[in-house]
């Protein structure tokens, strides 16, 4: 039998159902891609660990990451100085930051593995499905953020140290062959193919779920490259064509491989590195972590700074708002008293606008959050609700969204409507964060009233309607995703930190320490500079 070569040890640890970590594994630099060895491993057992611990970059890294591009955290500057300053000022940014999402290659790598497992009989048809699924799913991320990377040439270990870079527009078309042809194999459903059963720790074995993952993730890739020209314009077109008629995601994936509260290894890595221990003691990060005063006043309904910037929401308070963040006792523009979100102003310090010297009450984490609509009285009923409902790999709000957008934009491909999709999107989030079912039908209608928030003006105004909710429903759940798609929209309008040192945020990362280091012939030579304007280093959807 063909031995792995890859496998990360948290790959292992599927066998003892949970690998979770409670570390922002951004700090790790020497995360070496094309370094990982591994013994001989069946599918079955590979692909638990495989699928948990990509999702805990994801639940850590790619949530703090995301929601600090967004401007939807900030720092509690109270009791932590110079809270997340490399975030803000934007300044010192080179390859030591975020080398984590980078680190996502070892994950992605388990499931090239299975992909090439041995499968002259087909029993491992429907695993190596998944991993197509998976793999494009992350790589994707790789791509969108970094641009040209090692793929061709990729997850081979000691057979290749050195990987080619390979253009970031063909690896986008092999990852959507890659969706296709994990279609193929479910349609086909060989007899032979074993069920996964509970080894698949998102659909237990459903393949028609994994089918319709498989064309949202594709339509995401296709969303993406809305700005292109040309060939690959005419490549979206007829790749959008073949989504036709097809089914997407309409509920919450959840990864889940038993997440209890015996261990912190056992736990949900999402309410580990964001709320609370296994043993119910608050973490670092609970505390560290506020609202954004960005995030507090466009929820408020622009009452904190009565801002023109924030008109679309002046005078509507959503009703997500004390799921998403905690209420206090916060001030208006007119230095009134109400309960409600209150938060700081990214990079303001004690005494300064934004975070005033008696500002120390702000908005923390949401139950709604870890919780739902979940009745619950104690930490301990939050952190066993939250291991029972997994993390959530890709929302429903966001395909929701992703079908709005693809309605509006080809309504000959995509003929269902739009605006239902998009209401959908925002009640779903509103669901899934236990937000009234009541206040939320009122919000939505109030909202269409106001261009670039609810579903009304010119179709620019509704696309920026779209992300600015989907701005909103991202936060805290995968906003990492919702800082490219601001990249490639520029909605919502999203400030700066008051110590900013550029201009405009990043349009994308640089290269980790390890790769100059172990791969120095192959990867491509840039510049701090060179993430912050649009050049041959831009990932390729966002150069025009």
């Not at 890294?61 to 490399?86: C, D, E, H, I, K």
């Not at 119910?280 to 507090?296: D, I, R």
């Not at 040192?501 to 290269?511: A, D, G, M, S, T």
């Amino acid at each position: 039998m063909k031995k792995n070569k890859f496998i990360t040890a948290l790959s292992i640890v599927a066998l003892s159902v949970a690998a979770t970590s409670c570390s922002n594994d951004y700090l790790d630099v020497n995360d070496n891609p094309n370094a990982i060895q591994a013994e001989a491993i069946t599918p079955d057992l590979m692909l638990p660990g495989a699928v948990s611990t990509a999702y805990r970059t994801q639940a850590n890294t790619m949530v703090q990451f995301g929601n600090l591009m967004m401007n939807s955290w900030a720092g509690n500057t109270y009791s932590f100085g110079g809270a997340f300053s490399r975030e803000f000022n934007l300044g010192s940014i080179d390859n030591t930051f975020y080398t984590g999402i980078w680190g996502l290659y070892p994950r992605i790598a388990n499931f090239a593995q299975i992909e090439i497992y041995p499968n002259a009989d087909h029993k491992q048809d429907n695993y190596i499905a998944i991993a197509k699924v998976m793999k494009a799913y992350y790589m994707q991320y790789i791509v969108d953020l970094y641009g040209d990377a090692p793929y061709s040439e990729a997850f081979k270990g000691r057979d290749n140290m050195t990987p080619k870079y390979d253009q970031d527009s063909e690896i986008y078309k092999k990852l959507i062959t890659s969706l296709e042809e994990a279609n193929a194999i479910i349609a086909a459903g060989n007899a032979n193919a074993e069920d996964p059963g509970a080894a698949d720790i998102i659909f237990h074995g459903d393949m028609t779920k994994w089918e319709k993952l498989s064309n949202t993730i594709k339509l995401r890739m296709l969303v993406r490259m809305s700005k292109v020209t040309g060939d690959l314009a005419v490549y979206r077109d007829a790749k959008l064509q073949t989504l036709s008629g097809a089914a997407f995601i309409d509920e919450e994936v959840v990864v889940n491989p038993g997440y209890s509260a015996s261990t912190d290894d056992q736990m949900n890595p999402y309410i580990l590195t964001w709320a609370r221990t296994s043993a119910g003691t608050q973490v670092q990060n609970y505390g560290l972590v506020v609202a954004s005063e960005h995030m507090a006043n466009a929820l408020e309904g622009n009452v904190i700074l009565n801002d023109a910037n924030y008109s679309k929401f002046t005078g509507l308070k959503d009703p997500r708002r004390s799921r998403l963040f905690t209420n206090v006792t916060s001030v208006d523009s007119n230095g009134n008293a109400f309960t409600g979100l209150k938060g700081i102003r990214q990079g303001a310090v004690p005494g300064q606008p934004g975070a005033p010297i008696s500002n120390t009450n702000t908005s923390k984490l949401g139950i709604g959050n870890f919780a739902g609509s979940a009745t619950v009285a104690t930490w301990t009923d939050v952190i066993d609700v939250n291991n029972t409902r997994g993390g959530v790999l890709m929302s429903s709000a966001e395909s929701n969204f992703l079908q709005a957008e693809a309605a509006l934009r080809w309504p000959s491909v995509f003929t269902f409507s739009p605006q239902t999709k998009f209401e959908a999107a925002i009640r779903s989030n509103a669901v899934w964060i236990g937000a009234n079912a009541a206040a939320t039908t009122t919000y939505i209608t109030a909202a269409n009233a106001r261009p670039g928030l609810g579903w009304t003006g010119s179709t620019q105004q509704k696309i920026e309607a779209i992300m600015t909710q989907k701005w909103i429903a991202l936060t805290n759940v995968n906003p990492t995703e919702m800082f490219i798609e601001y990249n490639r929209t520029g909605y919502p309008w999203t400030p700066l930190a008051v110590t900013a040192q550029q201009v405009n945020k990043p349009y994308r990362l640089i290269y980790p320490f390890s790769e100059y280091a172990a791969n120095a012939a192959n990867v491509p030579n840039m510049s701090a500079a060179d993430i912050f304007v649009k050049n041959q280093l831009t990932p390729f959807w966002n150069q025009n």
